[in-house]
């Protein structure tokens, strides 16, 4: 039975705030899938709204894919794996940080994590 969930939040805007083409957006959903794919053996892609607060203090409203997969057990490996793609993800879009679950809760995680 798979019983530790990882997940990638997949922001909807680059440079912070500006929105993604709604192409650009599915792109970059289909490589997280494919990251996370190799790592736990197949990803799931679920469309969400979210807000945050940037650091200049600004409310960012964005449509976020969540793509999530399921490992047999928790693992700093897999952790790991997922903490890479958002480093990464964050890095590409010029984001402060790119949200990620795991099975101890979310934490943020920014490009300089890469």
């Known amino acids: 039975m798979l019983t530790a969930k990882y997940a ?18 599915r792109e970059w959903t289909l490589a997280v ?6 790592v736990f053996g197949g990803a799931t892609s679920q469309e ?8 200049s203090g600004q409310l960012v409203v964005e ?3 969540i793509v999530y997969s399921y490992a047999p057990a ?6 790991s794996h997922v903490r890479n793609i958002a ?3 964050a890095a590409e879009l010029n984001q402060e940080a790119v949200s990620v679950e795991t099975p101890d809760g979310m ?4 490009a300089a994590a890469a």
Request: charged share 25%; hydrophobic share 40%; glycine share 6%.
């Open 8 to 25: 990638v939040y997949v922001p909807g805007t680059k440079n912070v705030d500006h929105p993604l083409a709604t192409d650009e957006r």
């Open 33 to 38: 899938i494919e990251k996370m794919s190799y």
């Open 48 to 55: 969400a709204l979210g807000g945050w607060i940037s650091e």
């Open 63 to 65: 449509n976020v894919a």
């Open 74 to 79: 928790k693992t700093a490996e897999y952790e």
């Open 87 to 89: 480093a990464w993800l």
């Open 107 to 110: 934490d943020f995680v920014s």
